[in-house]
């Protein structure tokens, strides 16, 4: 995976503000009160806390990615993300073609914006299209239609985006094998570089959570899931789009940069409300969350001094713990190095034994088809 190797660094900024929030988003999402967004006034914290944090990260190599997520940062200003852009570029450096990704709603991004997008460098669109059947959008709340999916892919392309990423939801109840694969077929006929899949997952503070706690059955049974799991995956691997990580895949060379630095336990500073950052330092690691409450962090941020809801400090085993659960959910396998065989070999060694595992040279561990279902269970058995 090109550029997100442990020791690349990368940058992520949260925009919190949403049109609506979904009944299954867990997210830190704020809608707006009557006077809207304030968007000058959050660009200027994230500033702020750009410069306030940048000598933690100072000496390191250049950015390989800059990710803008929320929320739907699609709606921020593109100024805003601009000067962001250009903020970071000139404190802690953007490599040559570093991955610059905003977050976007198909029917919320119109093609202007996204012109005004491209023409401040930002260059890969993460689009929450997450079904193209009419029925499966509205049962999970969602405000775009089929047609607005695929008018903004058009729309993107027209405006010079060559990176492109599609979601999909799946294992929603009643949701067949046969509906799986046509949401499938309808995103590969759109030809993007990545797909990102993800069942759904109800979160007990969600109203989706609400109404599993009534006895409502929002999830596909595990049989289902398991059977739309891998015949999406046959069928992504069949258009071209390699699943390379437990639920993404992509086009040779497209796989996510950003997303391959918290899989390989890479260094990344968080800006904005709620955003979670990562360093090492000499003990270990540290990592953090933000303030949640976008008026309470732009007040902190803007008086020069970030409020954190909490930071901990992880030390070398829990580290090599995260490292071999992360490591683990990429198709390509996790490196070991002396200290995971120290630490794990023989547990590993039991669960090559039982087909869950597969050590097939001496310095990389793989998850089989089976073990890639049971990864859970098998991160718990390895590090146990």
């Known amino acids: 995976m090109s550029g997100a190797g442990a020791d690349a660094f990368g940058i992520y900024v949260h925009y919190p503000y949403c049109a609506q929030r979904c009944p299954y988003c867990d ?6 009160g009557p006077e809207g967004r304030p968007d000058d006034r959050y660009r200027d914290a994230v500033l702020a806390e750009l410069a306030a944090r940048a000598e933690d990260y100072a000496g390191r190599p250049a950015a390989v990615s800059l990710y803008f997520g929320g929320g739907t940062p699609a709606l921020w200003a593109p100024r805003a993300i601009g000067a962001i852009i250009e903020a970071v570029s000139a404190r802690l450096g953007l490599t040559a073609g570093a991955e610059i990704t905003v977050e976007a709603n198909p029917g919320e991004l119109d093609a202007a914006r996204m012109v005004a997008l491209r023409a401040v460098g930002v ?9 193209f059947d009419a029925e499966v959008l509205r049962r999970l709340g969602r405000r775009n239609t089929p047609d607005d999916n695929r008018r903004c892919v058009d729309a993107a392309r027209a405006a010079g985006f060559e990176n492109l990423s599609l979601d999909l939801i799946q294992a929603v109840a009643g949701q067949s094998v046969e509906d799986a694969l046509a949401d499938v077929a309808a995103v590969l006929a759109l030809g993007p570089e990545h797909v990102s899949t993800y ?12 109404r599993a706690a009534r006895g409502e059955v929002l999830t596909a049974d595990e049989d289902a899931q398991v059977a739309v799991y891998e015949a999406t995956r046959s069928a992504l691997r069949a258009g071209g789009v390699l699943p390379y990580e437990i ?24 800006l904005g409300a709620g955003a979670h950052g990562f360093r090492r330092v000499a003990t270990g690691g540290e990592r953090w969350e933000n303030e949640r409450h976008a008026g309470r962090y732009m007040e902190a941020a803007l008086a020069g001094r970030p409020r954190e809801r909490f930071r901990e400090t992880l030390d070398a085993e829990t580290l090599l713990e995260e490292r071999a659960m992360t490591g ?46 049971l990864m859970n269970q098998v991160v718990a058995e390895l590090t146990a």
């Open 27 to 32: 997210f830190n999402v704020v809608q707006p």
């Open 123 to 131: 260059n890969r669109l993460s689009l929450g299209t997450q079904s």
């Open 199 to 210: 069942e759904l997952t109800i979160h007990p503070q969600t109203p989706f959570g609400a």
């Open 247 to 270: 639920s993404n895949a992509a086009r040779p060379g497209r796989e996510a940069v950003h997303n391959g630095l918290y899989w390989r336990m890479a260094e990344y500073l968080a």
């Open 328 to 373: 683990l959910r990429l198709d390509a396998g996790l490196p070991v190095d002396a200290a995971l065989e120290a630490a794990y070999g023989a547990a590993a060694a039991r669960l090559v034994e039982r087909g869950l595992l597969t050590w097939p040279e001496p310095t990389r561990w793989r998850l089989t088809e089976r073990g890639r279902l």
